[in-house]
């Protein structure tokens, strides 16, 4: 019985850190690919369109693909480290003893 056990907890352990594994690739692929393509839209800007330094940096449109996948990285971190905290079992009973204490 305590080897069944045992056997699910490494299981379920080995998922966990898979999870977070992926979700740590997903955060090092979303972070070099988007140094390479606000690099380029930066360095288009510059070379020709004849912008200058701050301005290619300020022009908000460079960072759009940044923004959006930004959301995606986002997300993808709540599901992995917040999942099951936000309302999990002992959020519920705590939040009745409140409002039975009210």
Known sequence: METINR????????KRVDEIKKF??????????????IGRR??????Y??????DAFLD???????????VIVFLHGFSVFAKGKLFSKKWEERK???????
């Open 24 to 37: 740590y690739k997903h955060l090092v692929v979303y972070m070099l690919i988007n140094l390479v393509f």
């Open 49 to 54: 369109r004849d912008e200058s330094v701050m």
């Open 42 to 47: 930066i360095y288009k800007d510059i070379v």
């Open 7 to 14: 056997e699910q907890q490494y299981i379920r352990a080995q």
């Open 60 to 70: 908000i449109s460079n960072y759009n693909l940044f923004f959006l996948w930004g």
């Open 96 to 102: 009745i003893k409140e409002y039975m204490n009210k």
